[in-house]
């Protein structure tokens, strides 16, 4: 499977969104195409060697519209662009300003005309734009027997023109009411509107952009002992970066030499810089405190966190939430039945005997006042902002389904180790003899975080080596097998350490236990420190009517004791790894919408398994794959806020439909009775896709 994604330009309103997705989704060998409004960006999806990129550009050209691959210079071709439109939009302005003066100062009592032919040579220029602009777009649509907010302008402009043009040149009348005001007014005022937009959804993409700023262009490399600045492209694994204080680092990597404080704030949402020396990991695009240090590239390219975080943010606000389905579907069809209405307009003023200029104008007026735009941006520009407005405080929201769907969270399974609590376990009593080396060295193998307890620097020689999952591990060292874990692993009865084992869990200490081949030889008490919002965040899900539910490998006494500390009522323990994901899966048959939290490899399953899923970035790659929620810090109090994000997002889209609608529910009929004029109508279109994103932008208001 291929993606594409390409930036499209001509765009207008939500059918000229749904007109590409259509044609694109008809295309052999397309599996899936999805085209963003507010973003104006095409994703497809194609079977492999089955569909060129090159094919795809031709079918959207085809559709009336341009298509270009997304570089690094859109940014530039975009400024561009807005220059040109800007200018545009000033000319048309300062010619439409003499021509809507006296209709301006008739309820101040000015009663002035301008000529008629001075009135065509303001107005002429203005049309001419509004064909440029409006009329190949417009053109393609009708040319696929569609429509879209060109084809309404094209006809509502065209009509108060000619019908201006006519009354000027084909009657006797010495000086007859014209329209050309109207014609460049509805134009003036659309071409206000689209860049009055453009320049709100310039608001709503800037978190992506600031996190685009953070990448230098430019790395210096440590070359025989010479600083030399090279391209960011030409950095390679295991290759020696400087950063001087004051800098972005450039490159995901290691600390080889020097100490410093970084902020990464940009990244994960952690307002305080972190300190770091020799051996700690530095992620590229976090800001370098007072040290110089040396850095051993280990990650570049599209490899480092700052690209994955990119491309997570880009893909999230290039989706598509389920809700916005509804929305589409009207703005297919929306243009014909606004067209139909304003025939009808048209015929019944006629039927009622109005004069002809009267019947048109108000059939004008109802052409220009529909406006599927507000309904294509109502959905998309909440869910950028909303994604931004996360990923600013290290939040990454994967897609817009995952998004919708963490409002309607009901009951939260929260992992136990790593992700309530800090997920580095110590030793804190050992009953019996001395035998730590040899469960340190056992310990070496294996990949569980209680292994992490076990440190050692001169571990002794592992023949034998293999793990049970849920259980524990054996091995053999100097001739003598061992087995190491809970009590099920163990082959020998417990004895007096059964007793001291309850204990130690009635504490909500873990026991791991040793024997060889004889007897149980030893027990170690392990405690995992809990997170310091863990109780916190518990609380503040239980205020929100959030259920929680812990899962553990631990025995029942630990598990519940710790959920008793941070406030959780609902334990499941002694759950093996393979077995969390039937836990998941049993706890959504009780009609529950269920999201699970973890952070580890063999939470991944469980992860998948949920309505919707949180990963905590300081665990695995597998889990964060599998994981809508991505959470940049390990920190538990992330969880109610991404459900508030979520919850604020999904109130902005309802918010959005809701005047979308009712804009054109009372906007429509009152055009139609005659109540309003073309030009007031224009105003009022070009302002009702501008309140749309403006309210989305309310979002990056949002405070934890």
Known sequence: MTTYKLQITGMSCAACSARIEKVLNRMDGVSEASVNLATEQATVQVNDNDAEQSDIIAKIEKAGFGAHPITDQKGKEAETGNTFERSTLIVCLLLTAPLVAPMLAMPFGGQFHLNGYIQLFLALPVQIVAYYRFLPSAMGAIRAMSGNMDVLVCLGTSAAFGLSLYLLFGTSEQQPELYFEAAAAVTSLVLLGKWLENRAKHGVTQAIRALIKLRPETARKLVDGKHVSVSLNDVQLNDTIVVKPGENIPVDGIIINGESEVDESMLTGESLPVAKSIDSPVTGGSLNGSGLLLVKTTKIGEETMLAKIIEMIQGAQASKAPVQKLADKIASI??????????????????????????????????????????????????????????????LIKDAQALEIANKVQTIIFDKTGTLTEGRPQIVEQVGRDYYEIAASLQQGSEHPLAKAFPTDTPKEVIYFKAIAGQGILGTIEGMEYRLGNRKHMNHPLGAFEQAANQLEQQGKTVIWLENKQQILTIFALED?????????????????????????????????????????????????????NKVIEIKKHGNLVAMVGDGVNDAPALACADVSFAMATGSDVAIHSAGVTLMRADPMLVPQAIDISKATYRKIQQNLFWA????????????????????????????????????????????
């Open 334 to 395: 929306f243009v014909p039945i606004v067209c139909l209405v304003s025939l009808i307009t048209f015929t019944g003023w006629m039927v009622a005997d109005a004069p002809v200029e009267l019947a048109i104008i108000n059939a004008v007026t109802v052409l220009v006042i529909a406006c599927p735009c507000a309904l294509g941006l109502a959905t998309p520009t909440a869910i950028m902002a909303g994604t931004g407005v996360g990923a600013k405080h290290g939040i």
């Open 529 to 581: 420190t809990l997170r310091k919002t863990s109780s916190d965040s518990i609380i503040l899900l239980k205020k929100n009517n959030i259920k929680s539910i812990m899962l553990s490998g631990d025995h029942q006494k630990t598990a519940e004791r710790l959920a008793k500390k941070i406030g959780i009522e609902t334990v499941f323990a002694n759950v093996l790894p393979n077995e969390k994901a």
């Open 661 to 704: 609608f009712i804009y054109n529910i009372i906007a429509l009929p009152a055009a139609a009775f005659g109540l309003l004029n073309p030009v007031i109508a224009g105003a009022a279109m070009a302002l009702s896709s501008v309140s749309v994103v403006t309210n989305s932008l309310l979002l990056k208001r949002w405070k934890p």
